[in-house]
């Protein structure tokens, strides 16, 4: 099995949980984690990678472009941070927000 890596950065903690981001699902490592449902992270290890949408995206992707500070970064996203959760909740299906779960498979 081919293992490649890119360069990403992972979402702060949110709730106790971890999170991908992206902001959108063309991205080849986006595609690959969601054929997969799996992937690993340097320094935290192997993880499965559950694709989540509406609010609990919203929350994510709010809290992520409120602490990005990479203009180039946060203009990728189809969303400003200050909108409201329920207007960033519409834009779910075309971002990616993966909640990473802990993966004792490697």
């Known amino acids: 099995r081919d293992l490649h890596s890119f360069p990403t950065r992972r979402s702060s903690d949110l709730s106790g949980q971890r999170y991908l981001t992206a902001p959108n699902r063309q991205r080849q490592w986006v595609k690959n984690v969601l054929a997969s449902g799996r992937c690993r992270i340097v320094g935290d290890g192997p993880a499965r990678a559950v ?3 509406g609010e609990e995206a919203a929350g994510v992707i709010k809290t992520y472009l409120t602490v990005l500070d990479i203009p180039f970064a946060t203009a ?6 200050g909108e409201p959760i329920e207007r960033i909740a519409g834009h779910t299906r075309q971002t990616a927000v ?4 802990q993966d004792g498979g490697s």
């Open 76 to 81: 990728a996203f189809p969303v400003d941070p």
């Open 51 to 53: 694709l989540v949408e």
């Open 98 to 101: 993966f909640r990473l779960e």
